[in-house]
C-alpha cells in the first residue's frame, strides 16, 4: 500500500502525518493549522520510518516547498536506501502543496479547499458516505467520528492487519464499502485512538521485547522476526520491486513492509483498584476459598504479594520469555501439584480489580481442558477461547485463555498474562512467540510463568536470586514423587533387529501388571513404535497393548482408550509427556540416555507415575545402556524437590517406607 505523507503545524510545534485517505486528513485539519501536503505516494512501511524520525524545527515556520521535500528526501534516501520507495523527488511541478489554516467551503455539494488542489474532492467524499449512511451533510462528520470511535474501541488492545480488521467488523454496522475502513482508521489515527504501522518496521523496542538487539534492523511487528526471516518480492500493493516480507508468520497472512497494521491503543495506567476500606478476599484467604494445599496456598500468597508489589519492584530482567524490565514471577511446581488451582487465587485478584487477565499455553488440548474449569471458577466472569479455528477470534471477554501462537493479534491488552509450560515446545525457545506475550502485555503489566521444569537460564537467575519465584515441592496429594531407577539394557534397536528383549525388562513390566499399574512405555522415535508393541505382544499375549505418536491418526481414541483402561500398555514417544493423568501407572523411559531426552523431558515424562491420589505410588525405570547427565540431573531434581517438602512439613505423616515411596534412589536394581 502507498500512502501519502504530511505535515501540519498545530498551535504546538509541526507533527508528521500518513495518510490512508487524505480527504479526512484535510477535513480534520482544516480549521486546526497549516498542512504541507507531498503529493508523491510512498510505500507504507518507508512513511511509518519517515513519521517516526521527523522532528519539529523552528526554522520549519518559513519553508518553501523545495524545502520541505528536501528534508523528507534527505531521511529516506540515508535510511531506506534499499527499498524502492518509488519517492523519485524530481523537480516535476508542485511536488509539495500547502494548505494554510482556514480552510474554506463546507458546503452541501462541493468544498473548494485554498491552494493547489491535490486531486481531492472532498465534496465527492461526502457525498459517498451520504449516499450510504443516508444523512445529511451537517451529520455526516458526528456519524463518522462516531463510527470511527467505535471502530477503536473494537480492537483495542489488538495489532490487526487489514484482512483482520474487515473480519472483525464483518458482523457489525461499520458497512459502508470496501475502504471504508480505511476512512475510520484514519480517522481514528489522527485522533490518537490507535496507530497506524507497517507489518515490517525498524526502530522496534530493543529494550521493551526480547531478541532485539540492534535497534535498525528491520524487524516483523507481529511476531518480531528480523532479517534471517525476511523475503523481497516485487509488489503490487505498493509498486516496489524488493517490498520486504516475513516468511515466519506467513501462515497468519502477508505481513509486509508496504502493509498497515492497526494497533489499538489500549486503556493507559493501572486499572481500579477496589473501593478504600475494603480487603479483596482472593489476596486474605486463598486456601481457604479455593480449598488450597498447604503447599499450594503458600505459593498463591507469595505469587499474590509479588502482584501487590510496584511494577518498579517487582520488574526483573528478562527471564525465560519475559521482555527485559517485565515484571515477572515464577511457579515452580512439580508435576501434578495442582498448577492450575494456585493461579485461581491469581486471577480473582486481577478481576477484583477491573484488570483483564491472559493465559496462555502452548498447547490446544490443554485451552479445550483448562476451559471448564476456569468457567467453572469464574462462571460471572466472561471467559474467551482462542486457539486455531475458535470462533471467539474477535471477541472480548475478562479472561482470555489462549494457545501462545493467537498471542500476535493482541498489543498491550493484558495487565496479567500467565504463562503456562513455558518449557514446552511450541514456545520454549521461541523468540516469535515470546515477542508476542511479551507485547500483549501492557507496560505496567505483569506476568506469571508455570513449569515443573523451568529452563536452565530461568533456574540460574532463580538460584542467583534475580527472579523472584516459589516453589512446590509436592503433588497435591502429599505424597513423594516417585524417584526413577536405573535399569540397564541395550538400545530399542538392538532388540528389534534380534526380535527379542531383555529378561530385567520383561521382569519389571511383568512386576507392574501384576500390581494392577497401567504402563508407559516412551521411546525416542516413532519408527520403532509397531515393531516395540509387536514384539511386546509376544511377551504378554493376554495384555492390550497399543503404540501411538505424533504421526497416529488415531492418537486421541488411543490415549482414551488407556484412560479407560482398555490398554494396560501404551508405547508412544513424548507427545504424552505431558498433561495426561492416568491412575495408578508405572513408568518405563527406553533409551534414556538418549540425546533426544533432556533433563526436563526426563522429570516430565517420569511425572506421569504416581499422580492419583488413590494410588500415589508409582514406579519410574530409566532404561539406558549407560548413565548420563540427564539422567543424573533429572533423578537430582525429584530428590531435591522431595527434601525440601519433607523439609517443609508438607508430607502427609503416613506416608510409606522411603524406598517405596521414593522410588528406593536411584541406583540400578
Sequence with gaps: ?????????????????????????????????????????????????????????????GWKEGQWLAYMQKIYKTDLKDFDTGWEGDNRNEPVVVFEKGIAGRGD???????????????????????????????????????????????RGRALFAHELQDMLGGTDIEHGVDYWRTLAQLAYVRGELDLASGLAYKLAARRFPGLRRQGELRCRRCGSGAAQHHRTACASCGSANCAYCEACLTMGRSRFCSPLLHGASRTGRSHAPAPGTRPRAAAEPQARWRLSPAQHAASRAALAFLQQPCAAAASPAAGGAAAGVPSFLLWAVTGAGKTEMIFPLIAYALEREQQVLIATPRRDVVLELQPRLQQAFPADKLVTLYGGSEERWTDGRIVLST????????QKFDLVIIDELDAFPYHNNEQLQYAAAKACKPDG?????????????????????????????RFHRHPLPVPRL??????????????????????????LDRGAQIFVFITRIKHAEPLVRLLRRYFADIPIAGTSSADVERAEKVLGFRRKETRMLVTTT??????????????ILDADSSLFDSA??????????????????????????????????????QAMNRLARREGYFQRETRAEGVAEGGGCGSS
Excluded at 404 to 411: C, D, E, G, K, P
Excluded at 575 to 588: A, C, W, Y
Excluded at 601 to 618: I, N, T
Design 1 to 61: 500500500m502507498r500512502v501519502h505523507l504530511y505535515t501540519v503545524k498545530t498551535e504546538k510545534q509541526w507533527e508528521a502525518y500518513l495518510s490512508l485517505d487524505l480527504r479526512v486528513d484535510l477535513f480534520y485539519w482544516a480549521e486546526r493549522g497549516k498542512l504541507v501536503v507531498f503529493r508523491e505516494t510512498v510505500p507504507l512501511g518507508a512513511a511509518n520510518y519517515i513519521v517516526a524520525q521527523f522532528q519539529s524545527e523552528t526554522k520549519m515556520d
Design 575 to 588: 507427545i504424552l509427556e505431558r498433561g495426561v493423568t492416568v491412575p495408578r501407572s508405572d513408568v518405563f
Design 487 to 512: 535399569l540397564p539394557i541395550k538400545p530399542v534397536h538392538y532388540y528389534l533387529q534380534r526380535n527379542t528383549l531383555p529378561s530385567n525388562l520383561i521382569g519389571k513390566l511383568q512386576h507392574s
Design 601 to 638: 523431558s526426563l522429570v516430565q515424562m517420569a511425572g506421569r507415575a504416581g499422580r492419583s491420589k488413590d494410588a500415589p505410588y508409582g514406579q519410574v525405570y530409566f532404561c539406558a545402556e549407560y548413565k548420563n547427565r540427564s539422567q543424573m540431573s533429572a533423578i537430582r531434581q525429584i
Design 446 to 474: 505483569k506476568f506469571i510463568f508455570l513449569s515443573a521444569t523451568p529452563p536452565e537460564p530461568m533456574q540460574r537467575k532463580v538460584r542467583a536470586g534475580r527472579l523472584q519465584h516459589a516453589k512446590v515441592p509436592v
Design 109 to 155: 455539494s462541493v468544498w473548494e479547499w485554498s491552494g493547489t488542489n491535490v486531486g481531492v474532492k472532498a465534496g465527492m467524499f461526502l457525498g459517498e458516505i451520504q449516499g450510504r449512511c443516508g444523512l445529511q451533510t451537517n451529520e455526516i462528520w458526528s456519524r463518522l467520528n462516531s463510527e470511527a470511535e467505535r471502530m477503536a474501541r473494537r480492537i
Design 404 to 411: 501462545t501462537h493467537q498471542l500476535m493479534r493482541f498489543w
